[in-house]
C-alpha cells in the first residue's frame, strides 16, 4: 500500500492562535472604549445656606460606567476645591476632580450663602 504523506498541522493551529488573539484585542478595545468614569455629587447639585451657619461639605461618588452591565462605585482619590464662607453672603462654586487609569471626571457643586 502506498504510504500517507502527513500534514503538519501547526501552521493551522497558528492561524487559529493569531485569529483569537486579534479578535480579543479587538473586542478588550472596543470595550475599554466605552468604559467612562463619572462623578456624582451627594445631596444637591445646588445648596442654599443661611449666612452664619456651619457648612458642611457633603462630597462625591466616583463612578465607573461599564457597558451591558451596571455602575461601580469606585474607591478613588476625589480632589475637592472650595472656599465656601458661611460668614459672608454669596455664591461659592465647590469643583471635584477624579482620576481613575486613564479617565478623569469632574463635577461641581453651587452652595449660595443667604
Do not use: C
Not at 17 to 45: M, Y
Not at 74 to 96: F, K, L, M, Q, W
Request: net charge neutral.
Amino acid at each position: 500500500m502506498f504510504a500517507r504523506k502527513r500534514r503538519k498541522k501547526w501552521p493551522i493551529v497558528l492561524a487559529a492562535v493569531l485569529a483569537a488573539l486579534v479578535l480579543l484585542g479587538v473586542g478588550i478595545w472596543l470595550f475599554a472604549r466605552e468604559l467612562s468614569l463619572v462623578l456624582q455629587v451627594n445631596g444637591d447639585k445646588s445648596v442654599v445656606q443661611e449666612y452664619g451657619g456651619a457648612y458642611v461639605e457633603v462630597g462625591a461618588r466616583a463612578v465607573l460606567r461599564i457597558p451591558l452591565f451596571d455602575d461601580l462605585i469606585i474607591d478613588t482619590p476625589i480632589t475637592v476645591e472650595h472656599a465656601v464662607d458661611p460668614n459672608t453672603v454669596g455664591h461659592y462654586p465647590v469643583s471635584y476632580h477624579a482620576k481613575f487609569l486613564w479617565m478623569e471626571a469632574d463635577v461641581g457643586r453651587s452652595v449660595f450663602i443667604t
